[in-house]
């Protein structure tokens, strides 16, 4: 969430980075709430403090006219003035109520207004209309020549079932279109990248956390699902939302908390079964395992100081590569531009993988800085000491990224290591994790 007071004091700037973003923002509603309820604040503020007056008041009649001094009249005369006075006192706490009422309604719309405007672009992240204008930052491995080897390379949804590892018939009759069901060593490999994933992040420093899969609306708030994308959630009976992905409760953790700044940075993972309700627009990415309603995903988050964001932003981009790097397959770095970054990032690098099926790259990971945007939402803080020493409680800033998406590493390092025969080879890292399987075969 936007820092309401920024907002208000900046909305021309506001309206550009809306802009660089492919949205109008009328900032003719915000105000006008944001106006309101400084209004109803200080009439409040007003009555609280003549409350507070013709309480002291009544407490000096009450005293004067119990005094040895005061004679029958006088007293008389002061407790009369005391009943007076209790009526203006019920007078001003309903007016008290009945603004405190309103100013509850104008705070919640004033939220409302507030939560549905994305983060702002950061200063680093390059100004583009939309994908077409994002930049390559360098590219790692080079694709296999399939046709200088003799065959053509097949796509890993006609790979997957001939290898009887992938059963995408079966995973709609279970459920519905495109929930999958995997089998054998398909099942195998999945849980050999997810374990694989989950220990080369432990070992470069991560803290590893098992999560529910459930999260309440406070949760799914804190990291920007709701209320703008509710519908593209799956949603319970019960009022709980199955997770998108762990960066929704990595990130919560410790939501409503006052981080030590000396603790700084903290660097999580987590593997989570990941739900989402829209799985992409129709056409060929409907296909396999690109655009599917669930997936696994082992996640990454961080926790750190506005000094240091960035740097932890390349940092956990060199984390997710070193992945791709180990399982050897090639990808290339994309700096997203302002049209096409997420709701709740000011800078996002995007790794894409390289997929005979698409002659092209598609992205596996996204690793995007958030700023104070989803600390502002959550209000996570930390108590710290800035550059002139002097104590600070700040917003911390939130980071987060895929390492990796399994489901697209599955259909990668099919597509990638198949042969002439149609079996697939398992890349080295991965065999400890395949029980020592190094091949899989029909």
């Known amino acids: 969430?936007?820092?309401?007071?920024?907002?208000?004091?900046?909305?021309?700037?506001?309206?550009?980075?809306?802009?660089?973003?492919?949205?109008?923002?009328?900032?003719?509603?915000?105000?006008?709430?944001?106006?309101?309820?400084?209004?109803?604040?200080?009439?409040?503020?007003?009555?609280k403090a003549e409350r507070n007056t013709l309480s002291k008041k009544i407490g000096e009649l009450m005293r004067e006219a119990k005094s040895r001094d005061a004679g029958g009249d006088d007293a008389a005369a002061k407790l009369a003035e005391v009943e007076l006075i209790k009526e203006r006192v019920r007078a001003n706490n309903e007016e008290i109520e009945k603004l405190e009422e309103e100013l509850t309604k104008s705070e919640a719309a004033l939220n409302n207004e507030a939560l549905s405007l994305p983060n702002l672009p950061s200063e680093f992240t390059p100004k583009g209309a939309d994908e077409e204008d994002n930049i390559e930052v360098r590219r790692w491995?080079?694709?296999?020549?399939?046709?200088?080897?003799?065959f053509e390379a097949r796509p890993h949804w006609d790979l997957g079932p001939e290898l009887g590892i992938i059963d995408f018939e079966r995973g709609v009759k279970l459920a519905k279109s495109r929930f999958i069901l995997l089998a054998g060593l398909g099942a195998r490999l999945e849980r050999a990248l997810i374990n694989f994933m989950a220990d080369t992040h432990t070992t470069r420093g991560y803290k590893e956390w098992w999560c529910p899969i459930l999260g309440n609306a406070e949760t799914m708030t804190g990291t920007g699902q709701l209320p703008k994308f509710e519908d593209d959630q799956f949603k319970t009976t019960t009022g709980l939302y199955l997770i998108p992905t762990a960066e929704v409760m990595l990130t919560n953790i410790h939501r409503g908390e006052v981080?030590?700044?000396?603790?700084?940075?903290?660097?999580?993972?987590?593997?989570?079964?990941?739900?989402?309700?829209?799985?992409?627009?129709?056409?060929?990415?409907?296909?396999?395992?690109?655009?599917?309603?669930?997936?696994?995903?082992?996640?990454?988050?961080?926790?750190?100081?506005?000094?240091?964001?960035?740097?932890?932003?390349?940092?956990?981009?060199?984390?997710?590569?070193?992945?791709?790097?180990?399982?050897?397959?090639?990808?290339?770095?994309?700096?997203?531009?302002?049209?096409?970054?997420?709701?709740?990032?000011?800078?996002?690098?995007?790794?894409?993988?390289?997929?005979?099926?698409?002659?092209?790259?598609?992205?596996?990971?996204?690793?995007?800085?958030?700023?104070?945007?989803?600390?502002?939402?959550?209000?996570?803080?930390?108590?710290?000491?800035?550059?002139?020493?002097?104590?600070?409680?700040?917003?911390?800033?939130?980071?987060?990224?895929?390492?990796?998406?399994?489901?697209?590493?599955?259909?990668?390092?099919?597509?990638?290591?198949?042969?002439?025969?149609?079996?697939?080879?398992?890349?080295?890292?991965?065999?400890?994790?395949?029980?020592?399987?190094?091949?899989?075969?029909?």
């Open 1 to 47: 969430m936007l820092d309401i007071k920024f907002v208000r004091e900046n909305p021309e700037a506001v309206k550009a980075a809306m802009r660089a973003r492919n949205m109008e923002w009328d900032s003719e509603p915000f105000m006008a709430l944001d106006v309101q309820r400084r209004s109803l604040i200080g009439q409040v503020e007003e009555l």
């Open 141 to 150: 491995g080079t694709p296999r020549s399939f046709e200088a080897e003799g």
């Open 259 to 442: 981080l030590d700044g000396a603790s700084l940075p903290l660097h999580y993972c987590a593997y989570t079964p990941c739900f989402r309700e829209e799985a992409g627009s129709a056409g060929r990415d409907t296909r396999g395992l690109i655009r599917v309603h669930q997936f696994d995903k082992v996640e990454m988050v961080k926790f750190a100081t506005p000094e240091t964001s960035f740097a932890e932003l390349e940092g956990m981009v060199a984390d997710a590569e070193n992945l791709l790097q180990l399982l050897g397959l090639p990808y290339r770095v994309i700096d997203l531009c302002t049209g096409d970054l997420g709701f709740a990032a000011t800078k996002t690098y995007d790794l894409e993988v390289w997929l005979p099926s698409y002659d092209g790259y598609k992205e596996i990971s996204s690793c995007s800085n958030c700023g104070d945007f989803q600390a502002r939402r959550a209000n996570i803080k930390y108590r710290g000491v800035n550059a002139q020493g002097e104590k600070v409680t700040s917003y911390a800033h939130t980071l987060n990224g895929s390492g990796l998406a399994v489901g697209r590493t599955m259909a990668a390092l099919l597509e990638n290591y198949q042969n002439t025969d149609g079996s697939v080879t398992v890349p080295d890292v991965l065999v400890p994790y395949m029980g020592g399987v190094d091949t899989i075969s029909a």
